[in-house]
T-cell receptor, first 114, second 111 residues
C-alpha cells in the first residue's frame, strides 16, 4: 500500500521564484497536513485540510504561502515569491482523523532558496 | 501559544541500557500524545501514542503520561545502536486540531 507521496524530493530555486510542492495523501485518509521543519524552529504545522477544506491555516507564515486541495488525492503548497528564509524541509502528512489518529508522513521536500 | 518542550541533547546511552526521554507541554487541554522517531534525512514515524495517565508498553518501548504535571516520557529498554535517532514528542487537543511538536531529543546509543 503506497504511503504519502511528495514531489519534488529536492528543489533548488532562486529568490523571487515561485515554488510549488505537491502531495498525494494515503487513499481513504480525509485529513491532510502540511508541516515545515528547520533546525531553529523544529517541525511546525502550517495548514491542514479535512475533506479538501482548509480547517486551520494559522501556521502559514505570511501571504506568500498558499495551499490548495482540489480533490481528495492531491494538494499543493505554493510559495510566491520565495525567499532564502523559506529554505526548509516541507512534509505532508495524512490521517483518518485528528485527536488519536496516527499521522503518516511523506518523505518530504528539501527546499533551498538561493 | 501551545508549546511542547524537550531537551535537545544529545543524550548518549550505552548499548543495552535504558534510554529515558522527557517532554513537557503547556496546553492543559491537550489530550493525545505521541512519540515519533526521525532518522537523519528521513521523515518522522510513529513509535508510541498515549492518551491516559499512567504507562503504556509496546515491546522495548514504554510511554508514560502525567497530565497533572503536564509531563510525557518515553523509555527505551535494551537500547540498540539502531535506536540512535531524534525523538519528537507531539501533543494535540481533543477536537479538530493539528499536532504541536517539540524540537526533538537527539539520542545516541553507544556500542
Amino acid at each position: 500500500d503506497a504511503g504519502v507521496i511528495q514531489s519534488p524530493r529536492h528543489e533548488v530555486t532562486e529568490m523571487g521564484q515561485e515554488v510549488t510542492l505537491r502531495c498525494k495523501p494515503i487513499s481513504g485518509h480525509d485529513y491532510l497536513f502540511w508541516y515545515r521543519q528547520t533546525m531553529m524552529r523544529g517541525l511546525e504545522l502550517l495548514i491542514y485540510f479535512n475533506n479538501n477544506v482548509p480547517i486551520d491555516d494559522s501556521g502559514m507564515p505570511e501571504d506568500r504561502f498558499s495551499a490548495k486541495m482540489p480533490n481528495a488525492s492531491f494538494s499543493t503548497l505554493k510559495i510566491q515569491p520565495s525567499e532564502p528564509r523559506d529554505s526548509a524541509v516541507y512534509f505532508c502528512a495524512s490521517s483518518l482523523g485528528t485527536g488519536k489518529e496516527t499521522q503518516y508522513f511523506g518523505p518530504g521536500t528539501r527546499l533551498l532558496v538561493l | 501559544q501551545k508549546e511542547v518542550e524537550q531537551n535537545s541533547g544529545p543524550l548518549s546511552v550505552p548499548e543495552g541500557a535504558i534510554a529515558s526521554l522527557n517532554c513537557t507541554y503547556s496546553d492543559r487541554g491537550s489530550q493525545s500524545f505521541f512519540w515519533y522517531r526521525q532518522y537523519s534525512g528521513k521523515s518522522p514515524e510513529l513509535i508510541m501514542s498515549i492518551y491516559s495517565n499512567g504507562d503504556k508498553e509496546d515491546g522495548r518501548f514504554t510511554a508514560q503520561l502525567n497530565k497533572a504535571s503536564q509531563y510525557v516520557s518515553l523509555l527505551i529498554r535494551d537500547s540498540q545502536p539502531s535506536d540512535s535517532a531524534t525523538y519528537l514528542c507531539a501533543a494535540t487537543g481533543g477536537g479538530a486540531d493539528g499536532l504541536t511538536f517539540g524540537k526533538g531529543t537527539h539520542l545516541i546509543i553507544q556500542p
